[in-house]
C-alpha cells in the first residue's frame, strides 16, 4: 500500500528497513528545490472540461500537474451573493488578504460545569480611510475539529465611530468568545467592512486543555501591549481575560508588554504550590532572560482552583531580533508550559 500511495502520488516509499533514517537525505534533496504553480481559471457555465498541460524548457526537472478541471460559474453580484462569498471564504484554502487581519486565541477555564471558553482577539487594517469615517464591521468565527468538521460559530457586529483626531492606517481590534470542548481545534475568521466593501479571513490553531481532569493546565497566554491599538468594544470578553489582549507580535523597545494567563489545578486531590518560570531565547537559542517565581496554595481560589499571573516581558532590554518567551508552570512531577513568539524592532 505504502508503495503504491508513493508511487500514484509522485513519491517514494521507505519500508522493509530497520533503519529509516538512512533515506532522511534523500527526502531532504528532493525538497529542497521545487515551485509550485498556479492560475486563476476564467469562470464559465458550460461545464466543459478545461485540460491543463504544462511544459518546461529545462531539462531534469519534474512536472506534476492535474490533467484538467472543471470551472466554476461566475459569482453572483455583491447585493445577492454574501451568503456564498462568506461560505467561500471559510472554505478556502488559504486565508483571503482583501481586508489586512491578525488574530490571536487563548482558551480560559468556564465556570464550573461549563465548557471551556476562548477568547478571541482579531485586529483590523483599513488601508486609506480616514478616522473620521464610521464603519460597520461584521465579523464570524468558526471552529473545525480535527477531521475538519464544523463545530460552532459566533458573529458579532462592531461600529466604528468617528474619531476626527486620528492619523495615520486606521487601525483597530474586535473580540469574540466561543465555547470549545477540551482538543485541538482551527479557528477560522471572517471580517467584512462595509466602508471598504471588502472582506478577509484569518486562521488559527487552538489546543484547549481539559481543565477539569488534568491535575495541571495552563490559559492560553494573553499578551497585552502599551501603547494598544483602539478596540470597539470588550464585551464579548467581558469576565474571561484581565487585560486587554493584543494580536501584535513586532514591538519597539519603547513599548510596555505583558504577558498574562491563568493557572489551573484539576478538580481532584489537594491544592499544591506551583513554580511558574519564564525563559526568553534568541533566534540562536541563547537563553537572553528567565524569572522563576513560587505561587503558594494560598494563591489559588479555593472552588475555582486558578490562580492569576502576570508578568512584564523585558522588551526594553533586549536587542532587535526574534524571541520565544516558555512559560512552565510545575507542581510535583506535573509540568506544563506555553509558548509565545515575538520580535522586537
Do not use: C
Not at 471551556?116 to 485586529?123: D, K, N, R, T
Amino acid at each position: 500500500m505504502l508503495r503504491d500511495l508513493a508511487a500514484n502520488t509522485g513519491g517514494f516509499a521507505v519500508n522493509s528497513t530497520n533503519a529509516p533514517e538512512g533515506d532522511v537525505p534523500a527526502i531532504l534533496r528532493e525538497n529542497q528545490s521545487y515551485y509550485l504553480l498556479g492560475f486563476e481559471p476564467v469562470p464559465a457555465t458550460d461545464g466543459r472540461l478545461r485540460k491543463v498541460d504544462v511544459k518546461v524548457n529545462r531539462p531534469g526537472v519534474e512536472v506534476r500537474a492535474r490533467r484538467g478541471y472543471y470551472p466554476s460559474a461566475p459569482e453572483a453580484s455583491a447585493t445577492g451573493s454574501a451568503r456564498f462569498t462568506t461560505e467561500a471564504l471559510f472554505a478556502a484554502p488559504l486565508p483571503a488578504r482583501d481586508l489586512p487581519l491578525q488574530i490571536a486565541a487563548a482558551p480560559f477555564a468556564g465556570s464550573a460545569g461549563s465548557m471551556p471558553a476562548v477568547a478571541i482577539a482579531v485586529s483590523i487594517a483599513e488601508p486609506g480611510v480616514a478616522w473620521s469615517a464610521v464603519d460597520t464591521l461584521q465579523i464570524e468565527v468558526r471552529s473545525f475539529d480535527e477531521n475538519g468538521q464544523q463545530e460552532s460559530a459566533v458573529r458579532e457586529t462592531s461600529r466604528w465611530e468617528s474619531h476626527p483626531a486620528g492619523a495615520g492606517e486606521r487601525q483597530g481590534l474586535v473580540f469574540a468568545r466561543m465555547p470549545l470542548p477540551p482538543g485541538y481545534h482551527e479557528l477560522r475568521a471572517v471580517v467584512r467592512s462595509a466602508q471598504l466593501n471588502k472582506s478577509g479571513s484569518v486562521f488559527a490553531d487552538v489546543d484547549v486543555p481539559d481543565f477539569v481532569k488534568n491535575p495541571l493546565s495552563l490559559s492560553g497566554v494573553v499578551i497585552h501591549a502599551e501603547p494598544a491599538l483602539g478596540n470597539l468594544g470588550t464585551a464579548p470578553i467581558a469576565g474571561l481575560v484581565a487585560a486587554v489582549p493584543t494580536t501584535q507580535r513586532e514591538f519597539t523597545r519603547a513599548s510596555h508588554v505583558s504577558a498574562l494567563l491563568t493557572i489551573y489545578q484539576g478538580a481532584r486531590g489537594a491544592l499544591q504550590p506551583v513554580t511558574l518560570a519564564t525563559r526568553i531565547l534568541n533566534d540562536r537559542d541563547a537563553l537572553v532572560d528567565t524569572t522563576s517565581e513560587r505561587l503558594p496554595i494560598e494563591r489559588f481560589d479555593n472552588k475555582a482552583r486558578e490562580a492569576p499571573w502576570s508578568h512584564d516581558l523585558p522588551i526594553d532590554r533586549l536587542a532587535p531580533g526574534d524571541y520565544l518567551a516558555t512559560f512552565e508552570a510545575v507542581m510535583g512531577k506535573q509540568v506544563v508550559h506555553r509558548d509565545v513568539q515575538f520580535h522586537v524592532r
